[in-house]
């Protein structure tokens, strides 16, 4: 039985991954900001596992949420950067500050934010994973989305140095979970989202694959094919 710490739980690949770690009889402790989407999980998995509302974007709200878990908690084995959103598509001169900046927030500062919370409790312990979602675009570019884009190439180098910074035993790795149908593909390829997986047909996958990984992939840039 593993720990996991998994951002953005009440939607996508976040719930998706929540229920079949469940399923295999693993602890999951997530957050996201839907209290409607955290109170249906709450009512379906019971006290074993928590759930809470927290924005990432928030320092301070992480902070409160990974004292409180690790009082009660063992230090996690696995971390899933996961929570993320995404520009409408547009040129980036027609993106707002405004929608820029909680781009920005959310996929690069809610990322160091968790990171900051939880992995020292992962170092004291000298174990553990921190999986940072990152995606092809990444590692790629596309026209109207370059807010997106930009974090996720942050998220790359972030991890890599991450990698560099930790003890043995603690690792870091930047995921592309691969092209999944979520309500973000949707935003960006309408209609044709569809001809994907879904995010519950992706995690059957996932979720062994994430199971596995430990020291020999610190630094790595993974991708679930």
Known sequence: M????ITGVTRGLGRAMAEEFIRLGHIVLGCGRSEAGLGELRRRFGKLHEFDRVDVASDEQVQAWAERLLKSR???????????????????????????DQ????????????????VPAMIERGSGVVVNFSSGWGRSTDAEVA???????????????????????????????????????????????SAYPSAEQWARKAVPFLLELGPRHNGQSLTVS
């Open 2 to 5: 593993k720990t996991l710490v």
């Open 74 to 100: 063992a230090a996690p084995d696995l971390v899933l950067n996961n929570a993320g959103v995404i520009n409408r598509n547009a040129p980036l001169w027609k993106v707002s500050s405004v929608e820029f």
């Open 103 to 118: 781009v920005i927030d959310v996929n690069i500062k809610g990322v160091a934010n968790v990171i900051r919370h939880f």
């Open 147 to 193: 807010p997106y884009c930009a974090t996720k190439w942050a998220i790359e180098g972030l991890t890599r140095a991450l990698a560099q910074e930790l003890p043995a035993n603690v690792s870091a790795i930047a995921l592309n979970p691969g092209v999944i149908n979520t309500d973000m593909l949707q935003s960006c390829f309408g209609g044709s989202a």
